[in-house]
């Protein structure tokens, strides 16, 4: 069965640092392209960052690019994504998600996802 579980959510004020973790199992990691994506409210889902499965190649929404950094460690079937100098913006439900393609970066990319976490922004 395939698992993708997040954590590293929560609260916290404009400007600040969170850092996401999706542990993955049930399937071959190493082999698999792992995205986040986010929801908020009354928004639609939206593709947020990609690493790939063979070179480390990543892809990252305009909106977070140069504050958000992704990264995998396959030893340990988990991927990370640091978040820094985060904006009431950002406020949203964090999912991590997986599919068979190169690049997931579209929710028609995804086969799997994760439950998500919260993560809120203050100003």
């Known amino acids: 069965e395939v698992q993708l579980v997040e954590s590293g959510g929560g609260l916290v004020q404009a400007g600040g640092s969170l850092r996401l973790s999706c542990a993955a199992s049930?399937?071959?990691?190493?082999?698999?392209?792992i995205s986040w994506f986010r929801q908020a409210p009354g928004k639609e889902r939206e593709g947020v960052s990609c690493?790939?499965?063979?070179?480390?190649?990543?892809w990252y929404a305009d909106s977070v690019k140069g504050r958000f950094t992704i990264s995998r460690d396959n030893a340990k079937n988990t991927v990370y994504l640091q978040m820094n100098s985060l904006k009431p913006e950002d406020t949203a439900v964090y999912y991590c998600?997986?599919?068979?393609?190169?690049?997931?970066?579209?929710?028609?990319?995804?086969?799997?996802w994760g439950q998500g976490t919260q993560v809120t922004v203050s100003s």
């Open positions: 998600a997986t599919g068979s393609g190169p690049s997931v970066v579209v929710t028609d990319d995804v086969d799997y």
């Open positions: 049930g399937f071959t990691f190493d082999d698999h392209a």
């Open positions: 690493i790939s499965s063979s070179d480390g190649d990543t």
